[in-house]
T-cell receptor
Framework: EAGVTQFPSHSVIEKGQTVTLRCDPI?????LYWYRRVMGKEIKFLLH????????ESGMPNNRFLAERTGGTYSTLKVQPAELEDSGVYFC???????????FGPGTRLTVT | AQSVTQPDIHITVSEGASLELRCNYS??????LFWYVQSPGQGLQLLLK??????LVQGIKGFEAEFKRSQSSFNLRKPSVHWSDAAEYFC?????????????FGAGTRLAVHP
């Protein structure tokens, strides 16, 4: 069984540009989460999807971040326009319905210059 | 508010030595607790979890953790460390709300292993 995959593994963009991160959860996992770790700080929750619906987006930093989950399958996280403080590692995780274990992808390292 | 504290940012041990990584949490109800490990270039891997029942839980790679409610702790232990255990370790508490689980992480403990 394939794990959670994320693309790209690393992205370097200039301030003001747009970047889209993609996450493919484990097949059958209705729950999909995005987290972010900024420069050696804690990994922080961004948002949670149940299938295609946003269940909780309380961790999204501001309206420059837009997350979607098309058809309840893969998810994208767009940052537009990117700022320097957006640099960090973005993790995606998924879990089965009514299960609390989350399985993480390898992360996307975003560098904004 | 829920929080997780990992007091040790960096720990160095010799290969074969025992290991204990500390984790303290703040949570109003019975917590769901997790330890994850991130090896260099890898994603977060679930080592073990505690939901209820036996307070000593076994995980993968020879790790175990003990839940102590009176101390609000969930320390990770391994009796004999291998060089491949060098990684960053994260303790997390599940903030359960509406039937799902939002993880709150500690800052992580980076483990170095001397040969």
């Amino acid at each position: 069984e394939a794990g959670v995959t994320q693309f790209p593994s690393h992205s370097v963009i200039e301030k003001g540009q747009t970047v889209t991160l993609r996450c493919d959860p484990i097949s059958g996992h209705d729950n999909l989460y995005w987290y972010r770790r900024v420069m050696g700080k804690e990994i922080k929750f961004l948002l949670h999807f149940v299938k295609e619906s946003k269940q909780d987006e309380s961790g999204m930093p501001n309206n420059r971040f837009l997350a979607e989950r098309t058809g309840g399958t893969y998810s994208t996280l767009k940052v537009q326009p990117a700022e320097l403080e957006d640099s960090g590692v973005y993790f995606c995780a998924s879990s089965q319905p009514y299960h609390y274990e989350q399985y993480f992808g390898p992360g996307t390292r975003l560098t904004v210059t | 508010a829920q929080s997780v504290t990992q007091p040790d940012i960096h720990i160095t041990v010799s290969e074969g030595a025992s290991l204990e990584l500390r984790c303290n949490y703040s949570y109003g109800a019975t917590p769901y607790l997790f330890w994850y490990v991130q090896s260099p270039g890898q994603g977060l891997q679930l080592l073990l979890k505690y939901f209820s029942g036996d307070t000593l839980v076994q995980g993968i790679k020879g790790f175990e953790a003990e839940f102590k409610r009176s101390q609000s702790s969930f320390n990770l232990r391994k009796p004999s460390v291998h060089w491949s255990d060098a990684a960053e370790y994260f303790c997390a508490v599940g903030s359960r709300s509406g039937g799902y689980n939002k993880l709150i992480f500690g800052a992580g403990t980076r483990l170095a292993v001397h040969p």
